[in-house]
């Protein structure tokens, strides 16, 4: 049984609710054409997103993936400037400029995603390394694939994390394909196990699908590094249900149907329902009204993509630059 409060477990629910509602506008927008390029949705993959992100303070740092939006939407970020950033509307967390593989919401911490494997990580590191500068007590999580667990920043960054001491969290979302390519048919060993050649602690979540243990791995390496322990490597165990990004036709040879069959009815959203059901937290009304709410956020998201305005030509020439550049005089 947690021991969290009610109202947090219930936002947990809520915010993989908006996860998955968010992806699944999204996914169908790009097939009506209202995204230009495509999307790479976290659909099957939101308790890992919202355990790992509820488990940072409110002014912890995180940098993200290709597959993002659930990141900064799982530490709070409002929808609707999400949504416009998707369709590059001068309203988006980037002015537009930033669209779905570039989001980045530093009002809740989250410092950017990229479409380049693994580039996000030594720019999470060294968030780490500020904090620890200035002895603010921030944490940093870098967010990053089965795919990306192989190049050689993640151990770059490892190694420099592990010398400094760095409070930082390298979280694995091993979905088991990068891309089409199945994790075991390119990866020797366990990725967790990888951190003892870094003098780190590594945990492997064997039940992504779970958002308290998920909650529970990562608390325990937020609360290591915020006490000075230094980092701590964190796979996840998890699953996305659609293709690698949305309108991509790859075929169905590379996995098996009822394999993901067999993930789909562990689906985190309806299990953890059901948890807050059986435990007394909230009745199945509740729960139905709970779905309502999320939808009209969703909705309202898109409304306001909408209607939000292009940005002006003028503006794109802007935050190419810092106005201050270090060392000059005010």
Request: net charge negative.
């Amino acid at each position: 049984m947690s021991t969290l409060p009610n109202e947090t477990l219930v936002e947990m629910q809520r915010r993989m609710l908006r996860i998955r509602r968010f992806d699944e506008r999204a996914s169908k927008m790009v097939k009506r054409g209202q995204i230009p390029g495509t999307v790479h949705t976290s659909i099957g993959q939101e308790a890992q997103v919202v355990g790992a992100t509820m488990a940072l303070g409110d002014d912890d740092y995180m940098s993200g993936n290709h597959r993002s939006h659930g990141h900064p939407i799982g530490k709070g970020s409002p929808l609707g400037p999400l949504m416009a950033e998707l369709v590059g509307k001068a309203t988006g967390v980037c002015g537009g400029k930033g669209g779905s593989l570039h989001l980045a919401d530093f009002n809740v911490g989250s410092l950017g995603e990229s479409g380049i494997v693994g580039s996000s990580i030594p720019i999470a590191t060294g968030a780490a390394l500020s904090s620890k500068v200035l002895d603010n007590g921030r944490v940093a999580l870098a967010f990053f694939g089965d795919g990306a667990a192989n190049q050689g920043c993640l151990y770059e960054s490892m190694n420099m994390a592990g010398v400094w001491d760095l409070p930082v969290i390298y979280l694995c979302e091993n979905n088991q394909y990068a891309l089409s390519t199945p994790a075991h048919t390119v990866t020797s060993g366990v990725i967790a196990e990888r951190a003892a050649g870094f003098g780190m602690p590594g945990v492997r979540v064997e039940d992504g699908q779970d958002v308290l243990k998920v909650y529970e791995a990562v608390s325990a390496a937020v609360e290591n590094a915020r006490s000075g322990g230094g980092p701590t490597l964190v796979e996840v165990i998890t699953y996305r249900y659609n293709e690698h990004s949305e309108g991509l036709r790859l075929g169905t040879d590379y996995r098996d149907a009822l394999e993901r069959e067999s993930w789909v009815g562990r689906d985190p959203i309806l299990s953890f329902r059901k948890h807050l059901v059986d435990s007394g937290v909230a009745t199945e009304d509740e729960m139905d009204q709970l779905e309502i709410d999320v939808l009209a956020e969703v909705e309202e998201a898109f409304e306001f993509s909408q209607e939000s305005p292009f940005p002006e030509p003028e503006v794109a020439f802007l935050d190419l630059y810092t106005d201050n550049p270090i060392g000059a005089h005010a």
